[in-house]
């Protein structure tokens, strides 16, 4: 009840007219900032930071956290609409959120993408009050052994993914790791895949490879489609633009295995809402008894990533707040702006500054409701920019491309890579290769590699360790079961193809 | 018409999906090479290209350290060699089984590959542009040459697209937030 109690003293703390005033500002900029191409959540609070400096503790930390979902939501509406993935976790919102959008449901996406993320915040707002300590001490149990069971694991589910094509999905997810190793090794500072060429040492930006693949490639595409005919189909009644009971209804165990999945990946340093939103859409779609309607607009596949997104948010806040440990680099510019109040986050942060502890968790939530009083009305709005002649939209997206990869490091070689990589997902889409395995493996794959050095340094080479460990070796033998579940569904799968009479 | 038969993951296609409307009647008469193999046997031939070139470049990268620990080269050399025996797999695939596992893909209009193929090509030229002239002039030439050269379209609105995209996307980034954009190396400002 202590907990209950604290809560509810900072919501009282929270819910005040400058405040709520604050957090709806919040809303309304993050919303506007985070809609551009490479500013995600991160950047844009680390852009509008100094905003809230000037305010109270609370009521800047409440600002931010309205910052923080007001980009979460505009990465999704950049996603759906346009196809552009302004952030990593946006991108899997790209394979189906873009083809509902195409049908004339992005206002439905929209909405799900809304009303999903406020279900899963609310779910992470009541296990981040009532499960820290517990999934603290799961935090703290998380060594590299564990990290490197639960790559192998999400590497497995990146399999998975491209169930239509496994051969070209596995093509496609080398491909994602072998970029990943290009650039500066972290461990020795050697080169590696460079290839001898100073500019590949930094590697290769996420955004550069994400917006290639996507946004470019989905230019290309529609170009050589176009036929006079507009892209999109628009929905002639208002009610047309919000979800139906019936995708509700759809959504609804998409959004609950979101939920809890984004609130325990979030709680794991370094863990965060890319691959939270990845294993969420894997999951549900493996799980789902009609996965072929995936990848060409399936409700549950902008359910589920967006309450992983959104509940990784409360997820994220335990190794902040009760360890001091920023998992993610929204949690880290938090963690700044804390530092700048002069408050220490970590256990002692709730009994020494309760003032700011419980409010900052409350405004969590508010942000959220904030969000969708004030976003739910303007999806009419945003769906109207599919108005917008495909010959001015199109040249626009390549613009806003070349802006959202050169703000990320200043680098015309990055411009140089997006063109190629808007070219490479251009024959992925021909040849049926799918392009998010290479994504999902480019992101993994760092803390995959990491995690297997760091375990076998610990274990001084012997690889006993990933079995010795009770957590590492659950997450081991999950993944072992769903490999051969996946072997047995898929011969099944493809028997049943070879003889359909048979198998009915 | 496209042969179509039963596959282990999904429709097959043995040709090109060119609709019936698109296609004239001297090419109905003339056997066509399979394009889509074709392209899924290149890809798996530059899948194992690029394999051999990511061992080559790590082949002097130290595959474990001096306590016996992974070192630098172990994880690329992986993976480089999984896509090598990936890529010829599906190259194999495809030339042993050509009718395997192919996507139906969207039909396309006449010409339509030209286009998105000059898209891209103004898309490359624009970024020696963007170099020499700076963002606005070099995004305003782009947008340009889509409109008016590959989109026909004429008039004010056209016009008004050309001065407006890069001009807002100008301000709202450079001006607002203070994002760096490319600048001109031949009228640094």
Not at chain 1, 378 to 397: D, E, G, Q, S, T
Not at chain 2, 72 to 96: R, S, Y
Not at chain 2, 104 to 109: F, L, R, S, T
Request: proline residues 8%; aromatic residues 8%.
């Amino acid at each position: 009840m202590g907990a209950l109690n604290n809560l509810i003293d900072g919501f009282a703390a929270a819910l005040t007219p400058t405040n709520l005033f604050w957090v709806a500002v919040g809303v309304v900029v993050g919303t506007l900032v985070g809609i551009l191409p490479g500013l995600g959540p991160p950047a844009t609070l680390a852009i509008l930071l100094p905003l809230t400096t000037s305010l109270e503790p609370a009521t800047g930390l409440i600002l931010m956290a309205g910052i923080y979902h007001g980009a979460k939501f505009a990465g999704s509406t950049t996603a759906i609409l346009l196809n552009i993935p302004t952030e990593p976790s946006s991108v899997v919102l790209c394979i189906d959120g873009h083809e509902l959008a195409k049908k004339g449901r992005a206002g439905p996406a929209m909405g799900m993408s809304a009303i999903s993320g406020f279900i899963a915040s609310t779910v992470g707002v009541v296990a981040l009050t009532f499960a820290a300590p517990l999934v603290a001490q799961l935090a703290v149990d998380f060594g590299p052994p564990e990290y490197a069971a639960l790559m192998a694991f999400a590497l497995l589910l990146v399999i998975m993914m491209a169930s239509e094509s496994p051969l070209k999905g596995f093509i496609s997810m080398g491909l994602g790791l072998l970029l990943s190793t290009v650039g500066i090794d972290l461990f020795t500072g050697q080169q590696r895949l460079t290839f001898g060429s100073v500019t590949m040492s930094d590697g290769i930006e996420f955004i550069t490879l994400s917006v290639g693949l996507f946004a470019v490639a989905e230019v290309l595409i529609n170009v050589e489609k176009a036929s006079g005919r507009p892209l999109f189909t628009m929905p002639s009644k208002f009610r047309e633009l919000l979800p139906t009971r019936a995708d509700l209804r759809q959504s609804r165990g998409a959004i609950g295995l979101g939920s809890v999945l984004g609130f325990l990946v979030g709680a794991l340093p370094g863990g965060g809402s890319t691959v939270a939103s990845f294993l969420s859409y894997t999951l549900v779609k493996r799980t789902s008894r009609t996965p072929e309607r995936f990848g060409k607009g399936a409700m549950e596949g902008v359910a589920g990533p967006e309450a992983a997104n959104n509940s990784e948010s409360g997820g994220a806040m335990i190794p902040l707040l009760s360890l001091g440990l920023p998992g993610t680099a929204s949690t880290a510019v938090m963690l700044a702006a804390l530092l700048l109040y002069g408050l220490q986050p970590g256990p002692l942060l709730f009994t020494e500054h309760p003032e700011i502890g419980w409010p900052v968790i409350a405004s969590l939530y508010i942000g959220n409701v904030a969000l969708l009083i004030l976003n739910l009305p303007m999806i009419p709005i945003w769906v109207k920019l599919l108005k917008v002649p495909y010959w001015v939209l199109y040249p626009a997206i390549l613009v806003l491309a070349v802006v959202g990869v050169f703000s990320i490091r200043s680098s015309m070689f990055d411009v140089v890579l997006l063109a190629f990589f808007g070219l490479v997902g251009f024959a992925f889409r021909k040849l049926g290769v799918p392009a998010a395995p290479m994504l999902m493996a480019f992101v993994l794959g760092p803390m995959a590699e990491n995690a297997v050095r760091q375990s076998l340094v610990l274990s001084k080479n012997s690889p006993l360790i990933f079995v010795q460990r009770p957590i590492a070796a659950i997450i081991l033998g999950v993944a072992a079961l769903a490999a051969i579940t996946l072997a047995i569904t898929g011969k099944r799968r493809r028997a049943a193809v070879r003889h359909p009479v048979a198998s009915l | 018409m496209s042969i179509e038969e039963p596959a282990p993951d999904g429709p097959i296609r043995t040709e090109l999906p060119v609709t019936e409307e698109i296609r004239g009647p001297a090419e109905e008469a003339r056997p066509r090479p399979d394009r889509h193999a074709i392209g899924q046997l290149t890809f798996g031939i530059i899948s194992v290209a690029v394999g051999v070139a990511a061992l080559i470049d790590a082949a002097g990268l130290a595959k474990f350290g001096k306590s016996g620990q992974p070192g630098p080269g172990l994880f690329p050399d992986i993976v480089a060699a999984l896509l090598v025996v990936l890529g010829a797999w599906l190259a194999i695939l495809t030339v042993v089984r050509p009718t395997r596992a192919e996507p139906v893909e969207e039909p396309v209009e006449p010409g339509g590959f030209k286009r998105a193929a000059t898209v891209w090509l103004a898309f490359v030229v624009s970024i020696p542009l963007l170099v020499l002239f700076g963002f606005a002039p070099a995004m305003a030439a782009l947008v340009a040459f889509l409109v008016f050269g590959v989109e026909r379209i004429r008039g004010f609105r056209p016009v008004l697209a050309v001065v407006l995209v890069p001009a807002v996307v100008y301000l709202l980034f450079s001006v607002v937030l203070g994002v760096d954009l490319p600048e001109s190396v031949l009228f640094p400002v």
